[in-house]
């Protein structure tokens, strides 16, 4: 039978969280790079809808 000491208990357990915590750093980094370029992209078309809407002044047809 194999004892182990608190702080070996400790150390290991503190070792499976830090690699836990590096195994899913690069997937929330790639989230969070996803996230920002389709926030840009959302803010660029919103821009853009509301230059067309105004061009094609669809407000003020609606508004009559």
């Known amino acids: 039978m194999v004892f182990e000491t608190v ?3 400790l150390t290991n357990s503190l ?3 830090w690699y836990a915590v ?3 750093l690069p ?5 969070l790079i996803v996230f920002f370029v389709g926030w840009l992209i959302a803010v660029s078309v919103g821009k853009l ?3 067309v809407v105004r061009a094609l ?8």
């Open 27 to 31: 997937a929330l980094i790639s989230a």
């Open 15 to 17: 070792l499976q969280v």
């Open 49 to 51: 809808v509301e230059q």
């Open 7 to 9: 702080g070996d208990v």
């Open 22 to 24: 590096v195994d899913f």
């Open 57 to 64: 002044k669809i407000d003020q047809f609606l508004a009559k």
